[in-house]
């Protein structure tokens, strides 16, 4: 059973950076895709970013292309999205998640495994 657990989250003002981070476990192979999503209060849930874990072949989001940056490191089972010049709109809970199949989606219902989230509140 593949577990997924963010963390890093916290308070920053607007113009500011932060990175968090997702711990994977339990990956058995190279072919998952993994994502990041977020959700604000009295809001869907939104696609961030994902990468392909073997490859490492990455999709953005369209309001956070040039501003984040996804990443992974195999050895040590990680994932992180660098968020860049963060603005008060990126406020939400910010979810790690993985899809036991290759291809990359934005699609929140194709992804099979989440996290318990991690806050980001970007002060103005």
């Known amino acids: 059973q593949v577990q997924l657990a963010e963390s890093g989250g916290g308070l920053v003002q607007a113009g500011g950076s932060l990175r968090i981070s997702c711990a994977a476990s339990?990956?058995?192979?190279?072919?998952?895709?993994m994502g990041w999503f977020r959700q604000a209060p009295g809001k869907a849930r939104e696609f961030v970013a994902a990468?392909?874990?073997?490859?490492?072949?990455?999709m953005y989001g369209d309001s956070v292309r040039g501003r984040f940056t996804i990443s992974r490191d195999n050895a040590r089972n990680t994932v992180w999205l660098q968020m860049n010049n963060l603005k008060p709109d990126d406020t939400a809970v910010y979810y790690c998640?993985?899809?036991?199949?290759?291809?990359?989606?934005?699609?929140?219902?194709?992804?099979?495994?989440w996290g318990q989230g991690t806050q980001v509140t970007v002060s103005s």
């Open positions: 998640a993985a899809r036991d199949e290759s291809l990359l989606s934005r699609e929140r219902s194709l992804y099979d495994y």
């Open positions: 339990a990956l058995t192979n190279n072919r998952y895709a």
């Open positions: 990468i392909h874990w073997g490859g490492g072949t990455t």
